[in-house]
């Protein structure tokens, strides 16, 4: 077990019970982020992932896959989406995050990654009660996943400089308003530097 600091509380990490989960690291990834840089944020996500497997933590990464899109939420909106960046293999785990046999891989097909997958299932079977959570983007797939996590009682590290907005708006907006109502907000040094 191991100590996070928060404020003048000292919270335990226990990596038996501990999964970082990572959020749409795959080939569709643009270039257009903020306020940190998508390779900075699978460099950061890749660490963290080694670290995690050093531990023997559950490690996860959740992708968003589909072959014909009928499977996925088509709301009526006021404003046209984004273009996805959808070539070949784009739904593909980014390289180098140097996924393994003993990672775990979710696919969704919308923005949160435990509704209509086995995400809670698995982390429960595991006695999972805490998740390190990363990964693109901030405000979407990142909140959506943390807030439903939230509902089903884990608790929430949120490793900020692993993951980034579509703005910086948005990125300081869930880190500033939404994480810490719901879990406590880290580095990517600090997860590393725990024992």
Request: aromatic fraction near 8%.
């Amino acid at each position: 077990m191991n100590h996070l600091k928060n404020g003048d509380r000292a919270t335990t990490l226990d990596w038996s019970k501990t999964s970082l989960v990572v959020i749409d690291l795959q080939k569709w990834i643009g270039s257009s982020y903020a306020p940190y840089s998508a390779e900075m944020v699978i460099a950061n996500a890749a660490k963290l992932a080694h670290h995690f497997r050093n531990k023997g933590a559950f490690v996860t990464f959740v992708r968003v896959s589909s072959k014909d899109f009928k499977d996925m939420p088509s709301p009526l909106l006021d404003s046209t989406p984004p273009k996805l960046n959808l070539i070949e293999g784009w739904d593909e785990l980014v390289p180098e995050l140097g996924v393994t046999e003993t990672d775990h891989i979710i696919t969704k097909k919308q923005w949160g990654a435990f509704h209509g997958t086995d995400l809670d299932l698995q982390l429960r079977r595991r006695n999972i009660d805490t998740i390190v959570l990363c990964g693109i983007a901030s405000g979407i797939g990142v909140d959506t996943t943390a807030r439903e996590a939230f509902q089903h009682g884990y608790q929430l590290v949120f490793a900020m400089d692993a993951m980034t907005g579509f703005t910086e708006a948005e990125h300081e907006h869930v880190r500033n308003v939404i994480f810490p109502r719901i879990g406590r907000i880290r580095t990517t040094e600090e997860i590393l530097e725990e024992k």
